[in-house]
C-alpha cells in the first residue's frame, strides 16, 4: 500500500508541475504578444507622426520624448508592467524614427535618457529600466540592420548621463545593471563613466574617484 502511495503522490506531483509549466508556456505567449503588440503600436505612431510633422531632424527627439513619457505614465496607471514595457517601448521608437530616415543614434540616446529620468521620477528602478531600454534599442538595430556598436555606445551613454542627474549611486547602478545584461556594453559602460564622474567630481571628489576606478576595473 505505501508503495501504490507513492506512485500516487508522484503522479500528482508530476501533474502539478506539467500544469504550472503549461501556464508558464502560455503566459509567456501572452506577453511576447503583448510586447509586440507595443512595438508595433510605438513603431507607427512615432513614423506616422513624424511623417505628419515633415520635419524628421528637428520632431524626433521631441516625439520621442512624448512617447516615452506616455509610456511610463500609463504603466504607472496601470501599476505594473514597466521593466516589460519599456524594451518594447524603446525598441518601437529606433524603429520608427528608422522608418523615415530619421537620426537612430540621437534617437537612442535620447529614449534611454528620457526612460531613466522619467523612470525616476516614478520612483522605478533606473538600473533595471536602463538595462530593459538599452536591450530594446539594440534589439530594434539589428532588427533594421544599423550599427549596433555605434547605437548601444550612444543608448549607455544616454543612461549614464541620467543616471549622473540623479546622483552617484544610480550612476553606479546603472552601469553594473547594463554591464550584466546588456553583451558588448562592459567597456562602452566603463568609458562612459569616467566623463560622468568627473561633472559630479567637484560636489564630491571621493565619491566620483572612487565610481570611475570602479568603472575602469569593470
Known amino acids: 500500500m505505501a508503495k501504490e502511495d507513492s506512485k500516487s503522490g508522484a503522479g500528482g506531483i508530476s501533474e502539478a508541475g506539467t500544469a504550472v509549466k503549461d501556464g508558464i508556456v502560455s503566459s509567456l505567449k501572452?506577453?511576447?504578444?503583448?510586447?509586440?503588440?507595443?512595438?508595433?503600436?510605438?513603431?507607427?505612431?512615432?513614423?506616422?507622426?513624424?511623417?505628419?510633422?515633415?520635419?524628421?531632424?528637428?520632431?524626433?527627439?521631441?516625439?520621442?520624448?512624448?512617447?516615452?513619457?506616455?509610456?511610463?505614465?500609463?504603466?504607472?496607471?496601470?501599476?505594473?508592467?514597466?521593466?516589460?514595457?519599456?524594451?518594447?517601448?524603446?525598441?518601437?521608437?529606433?524603429?520608427?524614427?528608422?522608418?523615415?530616415?530619421?537620426?537612430?543614434?540621437?534617437?537612442?540616446?535620447?529614449a534611454v535618457k528620457g526612460a531613466v529620468t522619467e523612470a525616476a521620477q516614478i520612483g522605478a528602478d533606473v538600473a533595471v529600466v536602463a538595462s530593459r531600454a538599452v536591450n530594446g534599442v539594440i534589439e530594434a538595430t539589428k532588427e533594421i540592420g544599423g550599427n549596433v556598436g555605434e547605437v548601444t555606445q550612444a543608448a549607455v551613454e544616454g543612461a549614464v548621463d541620467a543616471a549622473g542627474t540623479i546622483g552617484h549611486t544610480a550612476v553606479r547602478a546603472v552601469k553594473d545593471m547594463l554591464v550584466g545584461f546588456v553583451e558588448g556594453v562592459k567597456d562602452v559602460a566603463g568609458a562612459a563613466l569616467p566623463g560622468s564622474s568627473e561633472q559630479d567630481a567637484p560636489e564630491k571628489k571621493t565619491g566620483g574617484a572612487s565610481t570611475t576606478k570602479a568603472g575602469k576595473n569593470k
Open 30 to 110: 501572452g506577453i511576447n504578444e503583448i510586447e509586440a503588440e507595443i512595438v508595433s503600436l510605438v513603431r507607427n505612431t512615432v513614423s506616422n507622426t513624424l511623417r505628419a510633422t515633415g520635419a524628421v531632424a528637428t520632431e524626433g527627439v521631441t516625439v520621442t520624448r512624448d512617447v516615452i513619457k506616455g509610456a511610463l505614465q500609463a504603466t504607472e496607471e496601470v501599476g505594473t508592467g514597466l521593466t516589460l514595457g519599456i524594451k518594447s517601448v524603446a525598441k518601437g521608437v529606433i524603429m520608427g524614427v528608422s522608418d523615415v530616415g530619421g537620426d537612430v543614434l540621437v534617437v537612442a540616446n535620447q
